[in-house]
């Protein structure tokens, strides 16, 4: 090891826990769900209410999914060990990425081992130095890494501005880009807002720019059947990417949906597609039950609804700042990082399970409780929770 640089890191680390930004992992010892068992050093686990998964449909520990996942392994095995091009296409892996291109309203569509490496592969094959893409400010860490990793000219614009948009794509003209693509998220996942896509659609056919859409926080429960934020729009992306590892049972796995030649092309040269191993039958024949589901779950899909406006409203009449919205994340705004901690922490006391998120994943002094409402909440659950947040917020001098 080079002299110093065990130092060097543990410095940075202690930097770290000095600016009050130490994240800290809980260990859970149950399947993930509203209530979940949390181990506690030298005690038996914790029964705590959950208010931070992705688990939007309440899908995780869902029996059917599991016992598709039980079925895909009796048929097809554990693991695919080999890359797809090599030998690791199943059948169901052909099955899933048909089925999820029909859902969408797509012509085909790639899958990948995360939404993360779907946005981490996506802008390389397509764009080249010709090219520019224009990236929304607030998008995820996954296409801003992505659009690092292509040549094109890159332009980005304020959260959510139109006007921006605009003077972007005609900078990106007047620069004589080849083909131009707007890269946006359908809904913004540490405020909760939606992105205008009607807007964003207009603005690109009026450019003749291509539109990209990351829905990983609105497939499966946002839009008619559950098809996300450009069908709630009433419009049409030209490329979308997706998770399997948030409304979709939440275990992992992301995808590409589009066009066919664009599909074609990925699976040609996309790197995290090429050198990364495939998803393992349990997931993929898990994804196709898990999209069984979501399609009709407009049952599920209203309850979620009901909860998000049950608690937005009792967190406001507690006298919460939020952030604005109908999406069932439901951020309550602190400002500082170690107050988010504290409150955190507090909650956890009341037993419940919430995170606080700080730079850098939102901006310095912007600080908050990110919660998420999910299906499998129930009623009592929620006021439970309001209750104790009431608590805290008064003890902790927020409210
Ligand atoms: C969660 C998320 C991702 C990453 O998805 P994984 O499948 O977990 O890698 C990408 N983009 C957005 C907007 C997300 O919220």
């Known amino acids: 090891m080079a002299d110093g640089f065990l130092d060097h890191v543990g410095a940075v680390l202690a930097g770290i826990e000095a600016e009050g930004l130490m994240k800290r992992e809980r260990e859970i010892t149950s399947p993930q769900g509203a209530w979940v068992t949390v181990a506690q050093p030298g005690e038996p686990g914790r029964r705590m209410l959950n208010l931070c998964a992705n688990n ?44 999820l291109a029909a859902w969408l309203g797509h012509d085909d569509a790639i899958l990948f081992a995360a939404c993360f490496d779907a946005n981490g592969a996506v802008f390389e094959p397509l764009l080249g130095e010709e090219d520019a893409v224009i990236s929304d400010g607030l998008n995820h860490a ?21 006007a921006d948009l605009q003077a972007q794509l005609q900078a990106a003209r007047a620069g004589g880009a080849r083909f131009i693509m707007v890269a946006t998220d359908g809904v913004f996942s540490m405020d909760g807002t939606f992105a205008d896509l009607g807007a964003v659609r207009a603005l690109c056919d009026q450019y003749g720019a291509l539109m990209m859409v990351d829905d990983c926080h609105a497939t499966g429960f ?57 998803l393992p039958p349990a997931v993929v024949g898990a994804a196709l039950a898990a999209i069984d589901i979501a399609e009709v779950a407009s049952d599920l899909r209203a309850r979620l609804a009901e909860n998000a406006a049950h608690w937005r409203a009792g967190l406001e009449a507690l006298g919460f700042t939020l952030l604005p919205g109908h999406h069932p994340i439901v951020p309550v705004m ?62 902790l001098g927020v409210i």
């Not at 199943?90 to 899933?96: E, I, P």
């Not at 996954?142 to 980005?156: P, Q, V």
């Open 56 to 99: 939007y449909l309440g899908l995780a520990d869902d029996p059917r999914l599991i016992a598709a996942a039980t079925q895909a392994t009796a048929s097809h095995g554990y693991g695919m060990a080999s890359v797809r091009f090599i030998c690791g296409t199943t059948d169901l892996h052909r099955a899933l990425e048909r089925r």
């Open 142 to 162: 996954s296409i801003i890494d992505g659009i690092r990793l292509c040549k094109a000219r890159r332009f980005r614009f304020a959260n959510g501005d139109m």
């Open 222 to 278: 946002i839009g008619p059947k559950g098809k996300g934020t450009p069908a709630q729009a009433g419009v049409s992306a030209d490329i979308l990417t997706g998770t399997f590892g948030k409304a979709l049972g939440g275990a992992l796995g992301g995808y590409v949906a589009g066009a066919q030649p664009v599909i074609d092309l990925l699976r040609q040269r996309a790197r995290p597609y090429l050198f990364s191993n495939a």
């Open 334 to 395: 602190l400002g500082d990082a170690p107050l988010a901690q504290a409150f955190a922490r507090a909650l956890g006391e009341e037993g419940i399970l919430v995170s606080a998120f700080f730079f850098p994943v939102v901006p310095r002094g912007r600080a908050r409780i990110r919660t998420q409402m999910n299906a499998a909440l129930r009623r009592e659950d929620l006021d439970f929770a309001l209750a104790a947040f009431g608590r805290v917020g008064k003890a």
